[in-house]
Structure formats: C-alpha cells, structure tokens
C-alpha cells in the first residue's frame, strides 16, 4: 500500500507504563505530523518534521513526549509513565514537501491508545 | 476559544437528501480552509483545499465555499449516500507569514448520519 501506517492499531496501558507508537509516512514525503483527537474532538497539533529535523514541538502537553524520526521516514511517537487523560487516538500525517501547511497531508488510521 | 467552530454538532438526514455545514473561524490571516472527511476508526481524507482567493471548489457530490470576509465556510453535499455518513472536519491553515508554521487547526467536526 501506498498511504501512511501506522503500528499498533490500538494499544492499551496501565497507567504508569512507557508506550511507543509508529509511524510509516508515504515514502519521500519529506513532512510529518503528529495529532492527539480526543474522542468527539478535533486532532490537534502536537509535532512536525522536516525530514529528520523536528522543527515544532509546541503541540506536545508535557515533557512526557518524545517523538523522534532518526532517517527522515519512520517516526516514533513516545509516551512515557502514561496518564488517564493521554487516552485518544493519534495519529500520523505526512505531506510530500515542506510546505506542509498548502501542500495536502495524508493521513494514517491512527493509534487508539487506553490508559487504565 | 476554539479559533474553528462548525455547526451542527450532529445531522441525520435520508438518503438521496442534500445538506450543508457550516465553519466559521478567527484564524487569520490563513492560507488555505480544508475540508476533511473522516470515518469511523479512520484517519481524515482530505475533499477540498482552497485558498484565500478561491471561493468554490468542487468534488464529486462535495462543494466547498469560502468567504474570506465573513470568515465563513459551508461544505454542500448533493444526493447523499449512507457511505457519506461519517464527521466533516474544517481545517484553517495559518498564513506562513505569521509565524503559524506548519500548524493546521481543526474544527471538532460535524457528525452527518445518513438514513434509509
């Protein structure tokens, strides 16, 4: 397939647990986007790269987030000692250039994570 | 407050019966006004992007307009399908210019339920 996935599909933690989610954009899309949608909301914002460069980070809640994209393709997105309120679906975008704000982003079925 | 709003909240309408939502938003100045269409367990696909200047685009049975001055946006559905049952997202993409970055902000969305 040719569009964006994403690994695992769901995931359910018990608070406190590290997780780490992933991403595989469209191959060549230099652009990468992390959202949180909370159930019955909007995605918002949490990271965007620039090949491997993380260029915006403003989006993350708090120092417990980490994502990372080593070679410019595959993303990991990491949630670590896991609240309640980190529960929802997040999901992976990615645009083929730069410009990721004109250019059309493409996005993954997303990871719905569950902390108990 | 949110800088999209879109109404309703939720739709139900019969099948072959057209509908319209509605955006507003404060993002300004932007880029370009995306309408995203995302079922169930899916991540969003995009129908429209415009840009500032335009002030119709069309998509199958999908057409998006824009008033830039009213800051306003409708998404018109002709002959629905039970398949068009799903949320519609209005997404403002913020002007480069202003610092917005690649940042897209998302409405919460608009539930549309088709019925027999």
């Known amino acids: 397939g040719a569009g964006v996935s994403q690994s695992p599909r769901y995931k359910v933690a018990k608070r406190g647990q590290d997780v780490a989610l992933r991403c595989d954009p469209i191959s060549g899309h230099v652009s990468l986007f992390w959202y949180q949608q909370a159930l019955g909301q909007g995605p918002e914002f949490l990271t965007y790269?620039?090949?491997?460069?993380?260029?915006?980070k403003s989006g993350l809640p708090s120092d417990r987030f980490f994502a990372e994209r080593p070679e410019g393709s595959v993303s990991t997105l990491k949630i670590q000692r896991t609240q309640q309120e980190d529960s929802a679906v997040y999901l992976c975008a990615s645009s083929q250039s730069q410009r990721g704000n004109i250019d059309e982003q493409f996005f993954g079925p997303g990871t719905r994570l569950t902390v108990l | 407050k949110n800088q999209v709003e879109q109404s309703p909240q939720s739709l139900i309408i019969l099948e072959g019966k057209n509908c319209t939502l509605q955006c507003n938003y404060t993002v300004s100045p932007f880029s370009n006004l995306r309408w995203y269409k995302q079922d169930t367990g899916r991540g969003p696909v995009s129908l429209t992007i415009m840009t500032f200047s335009e002030n119709t685009k069309s998509n199958g049975r999908y057409t998006a307009t824009l008033d830039a001055d009213t800051k306003q946006s409708s998404l018109h559905i002709t002959a629905s399908q039970l398949s068009d049952s799903a949320s519609y997202i209005c997404v403002v993409s913020p002007s480069p210019f202003t610092g917005g970055g690649n940042k897209l902000t998302f409405g919460t969305g608009t539930q549309l339920k088709v019925e027999l």
């Open positions: 790269f620039q090949n491997e460069a993380q260029l915006d």
